[in-house]
Structures are given as structure tokens and as C-alpha cells.
């Protein structure tokens, strides 16, 4: 009985164990290939530093999308931002090779190209300039300016032309209606000569119009509405990175290009993430950039987007001795993404 009923249990265990048959067995095969060639794909995603000079939502905005929402990861990247304080900085890592890309302030990366920086601007990003004209108290119009001070930072900067730019299309005429005052300093310094009288208008970011608000500060206009279309922020990269990898700057911008395509739509589900996070502060002011920018991004650049840059920055005369505004950019990466000839 002990025999047989040993027997019964091989039996029954070889029931339970049977080894797969042929067409099971190359299934299973295939599956495993699959399996680590999947694997092998993922892991091979190209490494992409990407320098932005800002740790501001607004600045980084594109970047983020692209990132939470796995837009660069089908394009088989892995775009790393890299924070690097000052645009000249961020520039001197282009050209060293110590990052890919960067998002440059257009004004700055014009003037660069002009002194024969081996760089050149790919695409736009920003085609808005993100400056609100803030009065002091008691200044609650335009025309509450005439013979008043507007205060910037420094001679010959955006925030400059910007000021002078806008306050003409308002009416207003430099050193015949007010005076341009130099030299008043950083944000926080440009908000105490407003409280103290020192000046009586002056241009911050949107984020910095948030908190001046809080405080009392009246908003006379936004400069971006007013100057509709300037190229404020751009991207650039090493010259050598054209003929070196134009596809990989096509999968980039394209990454990019349907990250702004779903922000454009979705504004909750990546408040959601950013606020997830828990890197930009406040929700609501999270919601407020991410409402007020959506519209914002646009990866087109074209020749008159360059020569307004080379315009505002004075270099008209370093412009043509290099050739003209067509040296400063190239179209043909964004031409690919948007799928448009010209």
C-alpha cells in the first residue's frame, strides 16, 4: 500500500509541476526578451542638462511640465534642470559643455552672439515680458506720472527700455514727461524708494506684483500687454550642438512643445504636482503663476523676434557686422516640431 500510494503522490505531483509545453515555453521566452530589452530602453534614456538661471515656478514652468508628465521621458530624454545664478554664468556653462541648453533672457542672449559667443538661439519660450509697471502710493494713473522719477536698476538693461518703451505707447515721453532714475537697486530696494518717495513707478515680475499688491502698491499697467510678443526669455545652445545632435534638439523641443499643449489644458492637474512638490510656497500663488503663464509659452522664434531683441539692446551696429539677425538663430529645429516649411 505504501508503494502505490507513493506512486499516487509522484503522480499527482508531476500533475501540479508539469513543465510548460513548446509553444508555452517560446512564449514565455519572447516575454522575457521583451522584458529586458523594455528595460534596457528605459535605463538608456539620454542624460540632458538643462541650465535655467531662475529658481522661479514661471522660469521653470516648461521644464516641470515635461518632466511630471513624462513628455521628455517618450522622447527617450532624462532633462535635468540645473540651477545657475545670473544668465552670463548660465552662458559660460553652454559654452564650456557644462550644460546643453538654457533658458537666457533674449536681451542678454543677443548681446552675447553679437561679441562672438559660439552660441545660438534655438527656439523662443517666453514671448512675453513678464514686467508690471507698480506705482507708489497715491499714483493710481498713468498720467499721475508727469514729472515724476521711474526707478530701474541700471542703464542700458530691459527693465530700462521696457519702462520707456511702454510709457511711449501710453503717451508719455522720456525726460520731457519724467525722469529715468539709475541705479535704485534690486527689487526689494526699487519697493523701499517707492514707499519712501525716492521714485514714483517702477518695473517688477509678476511674482513680485503679487507681494506688492499685499502691500498697498498700485499697478498702473502690465508691460507685457502693452509690448505684446517680445522674446523675454529664449533657449539657447552651442553652436557645435547643431551638426553634433539635431535630433536630440528636435526630441526636445517637441517634449517641450506638448508639455505647454497639455499646461495650456490642464492648469488643476499641475497645480497639483507643482504643489506636490512643495518647492514654490504658497498654493494659491502657485495657482495664480501657473493660471497667468499658461498662455504665455510658445517655442516659435522668428527673424522679426530677433531683430526687436537686437533693437532693445542697442546692437544694431555689432548685428550687421556679423551678418545680420540670421546669425543669431536658427528656425529649422522648430520648423520640424511644428511641422511648418517656411
Same mark, same amino acid.
Given at each position: 500500500?505504501?508503494?502505490?500510494?507513493?506512486?499516487?503522490?509522484?503522480?499527482?505531483?508531476?500533475?501540479?509541476?508539469?513543465?510548460?509545453?513548446?509553444?508555452?515555453?517560446?512564449?514565455?521566452?519572447?516575454?522575457?526578451?521583451?522584458?529586458?530589452?523594455?528595460?534596457?530602453?528605459?535605463?538608456?534614456?539620454?542624460?540632458?542638462?538643462?541650465?535655467?538661471?531662475?529658481?522661479?515656478?514661471?522660469?521653470?514652468?516648461?521644464?516641470?511640465?515635461?518632466?511630471?508628465?513624462?513628455?521628455?521621458?517618450?522622447?527617450?530624454?532624462?532633462?535635468?534642470?540645473?540651477?545657475?545664478?545670473?544668465?552670463?554664468?548660465?552662458?559660460?556653462?553652454?559654452?564650456?559643455?557644462?550644460?546643453?541648453?538654457?533658458?537666457?533672457?533674449?536681451?542678454?542672449?543677443?548681446?552675447?552672439?553679437?561679441?562672438?559667443?559660439?552660441?545660438?538661439?534655438?527656439?523662443?519660450?517666453?514671448?512675453?515680458?513678464?514686467?508690471?509697471?507698480?506705482?507708489?502710493? !497715491?499714483?493710481?494713473? &498713468?498720467?499721475?506720472?508727469? @514729472? *515724476?522719477?521711474?526707478?530701474?536698476?541700471? =542703464?542700458? %538693461? +530691459?527693465?530700462?527700455?521696457?519702462?520707456?518703451?511702454?510709457?511711449?505707447?501710453?503717451?508719455?515721453?522720456?525726460?520731457?514727461?519724467?525722469?529715468?532714475?539709475?541705479?535704485?537697486?534690486?527689487?526689494?530696494?526699487?519697493?523701499?524708494?517707492?514707499?519712501?518717495?525716492?521714485?514714483?513707478?517702477?518695473?517688477?515680475?509678476?511674482?513680485?506684483?503679487?507681494?506688492?499688491?499685499?502691500?498697498?502698491?498700485?499697478?498702473?499697467?502690465?508691460?507685457?500687454?502693452?509690448?505684446? !510678443?517680445?522674446?523675454? &526669455?529664449?533657449?539657447?545652445? @552651442? *553652436?557645435?550642438?547643431?551638426?553634433?545632435? =539635431?535630433? %536630440? +534638439?528636435?526630441?526636445?523641443?517637441?517634449?517641450?512643445?506638448?508639455?505647454?499643449?497639455?499646461?495650456?489644458?490642464?492648469?488643476?492637474?499641475?497645480?497639483?504636482?507643482?504643489?506636490?512638490?512643495?518647492?514654490?510656497?504658497?498654493?494659491?500663488?502657485?495657482?495664480?503663476?501657473?493660471?497667468?503663464?499658461?498662455?504665455?509659452?510658445?517655442?516659435?522664434?522668428?527673424?522679426?523676434?530677433?531683430?526687436?531683441?537686437?533693437?532693445?539692446?542697442?546692437?544694431?551696429?555689432?548685428?550687421?557686422?556679423?551678418?545680420?539677425?540670421?546669425?543669431?538663430?536658427?528656425?529649422?529645429?522648430?520648423?520640424?516640431?511644428? %511641422?511648418?516649411?517656411?
Amino acid at each position: 500500500m505504501e508503494y502505490w500510494g507513493s506512486l499516487s503522490f509522484l503522480a499527482n505531483r508531476r500533475r501540479r509541476f508539469r513543465f510548460p509545453g513548446r509553444g508555452r515555453l517560446i512564449a514565455m521566452i519572447y516575454f522575457f526578451v521583451f522584458l529586458l530589452v523594455f528595460v534596457n530602453h528605459a535605463g538608456a534614456a539620454k542624460v540632458v542638462n538643462f541650465a535655467s538661471n531662475t529658481p522661479t515656478l514661471s522660469g521653470t514652468l516648461p521644464l516641470i511640465v515635461a518632466q511630471e508628465f513624462g513628455f521628455f521621458a517618450a522622447e527617450g530624454l532624462d532633462v535635468r534642470t540645473v540651477f545657475i545664478r545670473g544668465g552670463p554664468t548660465a552662458m559660460a556653462a553652454l559654452v564650456g559643455g557644462g550644460v546643453d541648453y538654457a533658458f537666457v533672457a533674449g536681451v542678454a542672449a543677443v548681446r552675447a552672439i553679437a561679441q562672438n559667443a559660439p552660441m545660438v538661439i534655438i527656439s523662443g519660450m517666453q514671448p512675453y515680458m513678464d514686467y508690471t509697471l507698480l506705482g507708489a502710493k !497715491g499714483i493710481t494713473t &498713468v498720467n499721475d506720472l508727469k @514729472g *515724476k522719477i521711474v526707478g530701474v536698476t541700471g =542703464p542700458g %538693461g +530691459i527693465a530700462e527700455w521696457a519702462s520707456v518703451e511702454s510709457l511711449a505707447k501710453k503717451g508719455l515721453v522720456r525726460d520731457r514727461d519724467y525722469k529715468i532714475l539709475y541705479g535704485v537697486g534690486n527689487s526689494p530696494a526699487r519697493a523701499q524708494a517707492l514707499e519712501t518717495g525716492k521714485i514714483q513707478a517702477s518695473p517688477f515680475s509678476f511674482l513680485e506684483r503679487i507681494e506688492l499688491e499685499r502691500k498697498g502698491f498700485p499697478v498702473l499697467y502690465d508691460v507685457g500687454g502693452v509690448l505684446p !510678443g517680445f522674446p523675454f &526669455v529664449v533657449i539657447m545652445t @552651442g *553652436k557645435q550642438k547643431i551638426d553634433a545632435d =539635431p535630433d %536630440g +534638439i528636435t526630441a526636445l523641443l517637441r517634449g517641450i512643445k506638448r508639455g505647454l499643449e497639455f499646461l495650456a489644458g490642464n492648469h488643476e492637474r499641475v497645480a497639483a504636482a507643482v504643489i506636490k512638490q512643495n518647492r514654490f510656497g504658497d498654493a494659491a500663488v502657485v495657482r495664480q503663476v501657473i493660471n497667468h503663464f499658461s498662455s504665455q509659452y510658445s517655442i516659435s522664434i522668428s527673424r522679426d523676434d530677433v531683430e526687436s531683441l537686437i533693437t532693445a539692446t542697442r546692437i544694431e551696429a555689432e548685428a550687421k557686422k556679423i551678418g545680420g539677425p540670421d546669425k543669431f538663430f536658427t528656425r529649422q529645429f522648430v520648423n520640424r516640431v511644428l %511641422g511648418q516649411g517656411r
